[in-house]
């Protein structure tokens, strides 16, 4: 069975597209094959490594990704989906193909945090808890709409 293609895309690829690709291939990898890229590609975030460490999934050796050069490979998404406020989201690349779909889910920037550790942490937290939502909530989407 061919798997669906979808893309997370957010700014700098090293928190909410991380987070948003391990869990839908952790929840759905027999259905979905997820990649994340950033339109600046930093580096990955620790606290989004930590905070996915604490429900099982390791991130820590993933790389960031520009988007721009999926773009130019000339890769193929049934999905785009951008995790990042809807201004950024306007920068990325119409990728090619008629059956694209993009999405935006507007999540806060862990770049912004401010606070102790512990609060950057519980932020982090609340980001992670809203991308699983959001991802179970798209699985049943697709699922209820007979794309399976």
């Known amino acids: 069975m061919k798997k669906t293609r979808v893309l997370f895309v957010c700014v700098h690829n090293s928190a909410r597209s991380q987070?948003?690709?391990a869990f839908l291939n952790s929840l759905a990898g027999h259905k979905f094959e997820a990649l994340s890229a950033g339109l600046e590609p930093g580096e990955l975030n620790?606290?989004?490594v930590?905070?996915?460490?604490?429900?099982?999934?390791?991130?820590?050796?993933n790389k960031t990704k520009s988007?721009?050069?999926l773009y130019?490979?000339?890769e193929l998404f049934s999905y785009v989906i951008t995790v990042c406020d809807a201004k950024a989201a306007e920068r990325c690349p119409l990728f090619p193909g008629l059956?694209?779909?993009?999405?935006n889910w507007s999540i806060d920037d862990p770049e912004?945090?401010?606070?102790?550790?512990e609060e950057k942490l519980e932020r982090m937290r609340r980001v992670r808890d809203t991308?699983?939502?959001k991802v179970l909530a798209f699985i049943r989407d697709y699922e209820g709409a007979g794309s399976l």
């Open 112 to 117: 912004l945090f401010s606070g102790t550790l």
């Open 46 to 48: 620790p606290l989004a």
């Open 131 to 133: 991308v699983k939502e």
């Open 67 to 69: 988007v721009f050069e």
């Open 99 to 103: 059956l694209t779909e993009i999405i």
């Open 50 to 61: 930590e905070v996915m460490r604490e429900v099982g999934i390791d991130i820590s050796r």
């Open 19 to 21: 987070i948003a690709e």
């Open 72 to 74: 130019q490979r000339g």
